[in-house]
């Protein structure tokens, strides 16, 4: 291990980290390149606790063997607001066809997702052309909020995950209180938040080692093999004008 970012984890116990068994995940012939993930946050206040999560997401990720890059949401225009070769939405729609799996970090305002978190969301399209960014690709969701501990951010990007046909974890982070969960230097403190995130980014790595050379075959539908050949016999029955 020699990225920084990733033995940057003082209050991990690093020998109970235990590496990711590829052997047991990938399959004989399935890709063994490091995971690509994608990290979006849903807040640019200058000390966002959704973004202190997502970094510290990062570093477990990094730990885990994995390519992590982060999209920063500033500037991001509202959706429709401009034409999509704008180029933070160009930077944003780029990033998502790389990835392979995707983290979504959101801070819950007025008991849902923030606009900003959402905003990126939908200007990922579900297809584009003959590439569909999020399809197939795995997603964790994530949540910090100012009170008591709550499900509604996760449960709201759960049912855009499933709307965006991604393989969504079965694990999930909630972050009560996040303004007591996190040092003056923005790193997160030891507790069973902390531990929750751990799992969530391991069972990510998980799951992205067992789907991704698979995902083209997951999401292989009768009903669009229907569509399709409906679409030929159009083309191939034409008649001459």
Not at 68 to 95: C, I, N, Q, S, Y
Not at 197 to 214: A, H, I, M, N, S
Request: some cysteine; overall charge neutral.
């Amino acid at each position: 291990m020699t990225d920084p970012q990733a033995l940057d984890l003082p209050n991990i116990d690093l020998s109970l980290l235990a590496p990711i068994d590829v052997d047991a995940l990938a399959g004989p012939d399935g890709p063994r390149h490091a995971p690509r993930i994608l990290v979006l946050y849903g807040s640019v206040r200058e000390r966002s606790y959704s973004r202190l999560l997502s970094e510290e997401a990062g570093r477990l990720l990094r730990w885990y063997g994995c390519e992590v890059r982060t999209f920063d949401p500033r500037g991001l225009p509202l959706p429709d607001a401009v034409e999509p070769d704008h180029p933070k939405v160009r930077e944003l729609r780029d990033l998502a066809d790389w990835s392979e799996g995707m983290v979504w970090v959101s801070p819950e305002r007025h008991g849902a997702m923030t606009g900003i978190m959402k905003a990126q969301i939908d200007w990922i399209p579900l297809a584009l052309g003959a590439k569909r960014p999020t399809q197939g690709k795995t997603l964790a969701v994530m949540e910090v909020s100012g009170g008591s501990q709550s499900f509604n951010a996760v449960n709201q990007m759960r049912i855009l995950g499933r709307w965006m046909r991604m393989v969504t974890i079965p694990n999930q982070s909630s972050v009560a209180k996040a303004f007591l969960e996190f040092d003056e230097a923005g790193r997160m403190k030891p507790s069973s938040y902390y531990l929750r995130v751990v799992d969530v980014c391991e069972e990510l790595v998980k799951f992205t080692y067992l789907v991704r050379g698979r995902s083209s075959y997951l999401t292989d539908r009768y009903s669009e093999r229907v569509e399709t050949a409906e679409e030929l016999s159009k083309r191939v029955n034409q008649k001459t004008l």
